[in-house]
């Protein structure tokens, strides 16, 4: 569909100048003609005058990155008016009002203003690589190639929807330790920048001296003195490890590292390989199902992997295919999958129903992570609770020792 411009009169002279989408100029005049009205100029609308009559006038109003929820909304949607047979620019202009993201409606307009240049979906969408991943760009240039661009727009809001929910589980998971963390922090604040001081002055008001506090009270009394005085330094240290940190994994080296620390945490690390795995699985098996080469969603799937040691593995098992060989024998090699998963893949292979079975992994490993999930968060209530405790009591006996010590120089 084109855009044009056009001027007109109708029936009683008045001239009516608007925009209006028509496959060409014949059928736009002959719309107007059954309209009633005469046709005195009619102008082909270019993309970018269209975009900066939408308010984009190549400037980016909105930062920040789109919601998973709302492209997975997005792509649902688009699923759904591509298969009604909906036009491309038509399905745009609709979405973009349907949007309830500003930053997502610039995205549309400024895919939409593409299209209407000559440009192909996944092309327009290229030039969005922060909202887009390889993984949709890969599936929809497949969609466009194979004609079945509704197909594979459903699978990618189905992707997007798993990985929302998993993610939401993990956020769930860890939601309680870190009130926990935080209640406990403002619980060892009060107790040492107020109620401690407090105390202190009591006991010297009393006639004991510093040097007769017992030891835990001088080292409380020490970190009091530190985070009343010196909470700057504190601020400063989490800085320069924040600094650090970021340094190190921008690296290559350093994030090769970090990545084999994190799989070798207690606890953690088996869950974080489980994650993997479960992504590496559910990529793959969307990306070949919705007819993408194996070369090319090999390679996609690896960089949707956050982590180089797994990403390293599917990317030599990538490389010993364009040689002819299997992709199980290099992932066993790289130790990074488990047995299950690696003749799964064979038997994938072998049968050449690779994405189904991929797929019957993806679901394995998910409710994997539900499981270790649900067995952390029944774990950390105990051990945080007691930690708490642990905590708190040491604050409150060191502040009352101090009495015991006063008691007994005045029972001498």
């Known amino acids: ?183 406990a922090g403002g619980i060892v604040l009060l107790l040492t920048t107020y109620i401690l001081p407090k105390f202190i002055k009591l006991f010297t008001d009393l006639g004991l001296e510093e040097d007769q506090f017992p030891l835990p009270t001088l080292m409380l009394m020490k970190f009091s003195d530190f985070v009343i005085h010196r909470w700057w330094a504190a601020i400063l240290i989490v800085v320069a490890l924040v600094i650090v940190y970021n340094r190190i994994r921008a690296t290559k080296t350093g994030k090769h590292y970090l990545d084999i620390i994190k799989l070798k945490l207690p606890v ?11 992504r590496f699985s559910r990529t793959l098996s969307t990306l070949l199902g919705s007819g993408v080469p194996i070369l090319q969603a090999m390679e996609t799937t690896a960089g949707t992997i956050d982590n180089d040691l797994i990403s390293d593995a599917v990317l030599a098992a990538r490389a010993s295919i364009r040689e002819g060989d299997t992709i199980g024998d290099p992932l066993a090699a790289s130790r990074q999958f488990p047995p299950m998963v690696v003749q799964m893949i064979t038997i994938g292979e072998e049968t050449g129903q690779l994405d189904a079975m991929l797929e019957k992994v993806a679901d394995f490993y998910e409710s994997e992570v539900d499981a270790t999930l649900e067995s952390l968060a029944a774990a950390l209530e105990p051990v945080m609770i007691v930690l708490l405790g642990v905590v708190v009591g040491f604050i409150v006996i060191s502040m009352f020792l101090p009495l015991i010590e006063i008691i007994g120089q005045l029972s001498q």
């Open 1 to 183: 569909m084109t855009t044009y411009a056009y001027v007109a009169r109708d029936k009683t002279g008045r001239e009516i100048s608007e925009t209006l989408e028509a496959p060409n100029k014949d059928a736009l005049l002959q719309q107007l003609r059954d309209r009633g009205l005469y046709v005195s100029q009619v102008t082909e609308q270019k993309a970018t005058s269209r975009a900066k009559k939408k308010g984009m006038g190549g400037i980016t109003l909105f930062k920040g990155r789109v919601k998973l929820r709302d492209l997975s909304i997005f792509f649902r949607q688009f699923a759904t008016m591509i298969n009604a047979g909906v036009s491309l620019v038509r399905c745009l202009d609709v979405l973009e009002q349907q949007s309830s993201s500003y930053r997502l409606k610039e995205i549309i307009r400024d895919i939409e203003s593409e299209i209407e240049g000559g440009a192909s979906l996944s092309r327009a969408m290229l030039k969005h690589p922060k909202t887009f991943s390889n993984l949709a760009i890969g599936l929809t240039r497949a969609g466009e190639v194979g004609g079945v661009l509704d197909e594979t727009m459903e699978r990618l809001a189905t992707f997007i929807e798993k990985d929302m929910d998993m993610r939401r589980k993990i956020k769930s998971a860890m939601t309680y330790p870190v009130l926990v963390l935080i209640f």
């Open 268 to 278: 953690f690390g088996g869950l974080t390989h489980k994650v993997a795995v479960a």
